[in-house]
């Protein structure tokens, strides 16, 4: 069913501008366009920085504290923000042509890239991913509709208004290119999934309730969503692993609490119970609370589901989940079966044990020794995302970047000869 009301037509409104100036975008232009938001980034941080002060005074008391530190601009952020801007811009446009080949009755067939048109974004309160979706949709040679909730939407429109449309504009680029629904009313998200014949794709980032929601209504009308509504990295420690490395990869899976990538459960070879308070000691030190169905010192009782993703619980964010399991194939399973198939990680000196995890883990990034917070398009790909796709689909999977925004065409040219 599709949404009603005012705000339908304020964002079919923001979409029809958004078609219509993607006529206008030129790919030279757009790299050249998004040199200048990276300029702009740096002109115009004491008024982003102010924008953003205001919001974080606003949501004090509404929102906990890890999405009070998704919210933060702060000049590192804005740093980071600028870098992966001019990033994108260096990169090298999308090839149309993907390979040609000539048929036995003399048809000419290429298969090709083309744009998806307006490409929806959905986010919360990340005021960097309006910058992030925005520089990778425009690249992919799509325009964007954004749409944040109550929390950034101050941060985002002066963004949009002060530093997005502006370079645009200032390289003879339609700045309705870069929609953006101006009401922090969840209507408004619904609207924007709402859409198929003006909005066909929209990327989801946020809670994992709220943005499959979202993805229920988007299927009811036709739309399709990259969704990034789960996450939680997993952490399996092998019998072979030094306490060290563990220590090492933990604390590494730890810096943030509020962020998808990082260490959420932990499996422990049951033959090594040392391991499991290896990793008690880590949160201990960090103030982390341990829970786990086992009886290990220092823990407390799990009381939600064993891949329950804690950095979306507002009230108990500082958790992590360690389990005991029988070895190898049980963790693989654990993570593939129980989790939300973000990232998966063993820590191990045993090669030939690692190689069979990172084969059998069937999630979008498979690690040895190294934390999935590296599960990340940056870090991983030198390219900010729009997010990471967790589908169990063929399609964009894992960091979903400007070279995933495209449909796939043929071409066909004959003579008019050829027939069937």
């Not at 990276?38 to 924008?51: F, M």
């Not at 509020?258 to 932990?266: F, H, I």
Request: with cysteine; charged share 25%.
């Amino acid at each position: 069913m599709v949404a009603d009301g005012p705000l339908l037509e304020l964002v079919r409104d923001e979409a029809l501008a958004a078609r219509t100036a993607l006529r206008r975008v030129v790919p030279a232009a757009v790299d050249a366009a998004l040199g200048r938001v990276a300029q702009l980034l740096a002109e115009r941080r004491a008024d982003l920085l102010e924008a953003n002060a205001n919001d974080l005074a606003a949501a004090k008391g509404r929102l906990d504290a890890g999405a009070l530190d998704r919210l933060r601009l702060d000049a590192a952020r804005l740093d980071a923000m600028t870098h992966g801007v001019k990033a994108t811009a260096a990169l090298d446009s999308i090839e149309r042509e993907v390979r040609s080949w000539t048929l036995p009755n003399g048809l000419e067939v290429s298969e090709r890239r083309i744009p998806v048109g307006v490409v929806g974004a959905n986010f919360e309160a990340r005021p960097n991913v309006a910058v992030d979706i925005a520089a990778q949709v425009l690249k992919s040679g799509n325009a964007v509709l954004l749409r944040t909730g109550a929390a950034a939407l101050g941060t985002v429109t002066a963004l949009v208004d002060g530093v997005l449309r502006p370079a645009f504009e200032e390289h003879g680029l339609p700045g309705a290119a870069v929609g953006l629904v101006r009401s922090a009313d969840r209507a408004g998200a619904e609207a924007l999934v709402s859409l198929p014949e003006l909005v066909p794709l929209v990327i989801l980032r946020g809670s994992g309730a709220s943005t499959a929601a979202l993805a229920r209504i988007a299927a009811a009308n036709g739309v399709g969503t990259l969704a990034h509504a789960e996450g939680g990295g997993v952490l399996y420690a092998h019998a072979a692993a030094s306490a060290e490395s563990l220590a090492a990869v933990a604390r590494a899976s730890l810096d943030r609490l509020g962020v998808c990538n990082r260490l959420n459960l932990a499996l422990v070879d049951r033959g090594a119970p040392e391991l499991a308070h290896v990793l008690v000691d880590v949160c201990a030190q960090l103030g982390i609370e341990a829970r786990s169905t086992a009886d290990l010192r220092g823990t407390l009782p799990l009381d939600r589901s064993r891949g329950y993703e804690w950095a979306a619980d507002a009230e108990r964010v500082a958790t992590v989940t360690i389990e005991l399991v029988d070895g190898l194939d049980e963790a693989v399973r654990i993570a593939n079966e129980e989790t939300s198939g973000l990232a998966a990680t063993i820590v191990t000196a045993d090669e030939e044990a690692a190689g069979r995890f990172l084969d059998d883990y069937r999630g979008t990034a498979a690690f040895w020794n190294a934390t999935t917070r590296f599960t990340d398009g940056f870090e991983l790909l030198g390219i900010p995302e729009t997010g990471v796709n967790v589908d169990r689909l063929p399609g964009p999977r894992g960091p979903v970047t400007y070279r995933d925004l495209f449909l796939r065409q043929y071409r066909v040219v004959g003579d008019g000869k050829q027939r069937r």
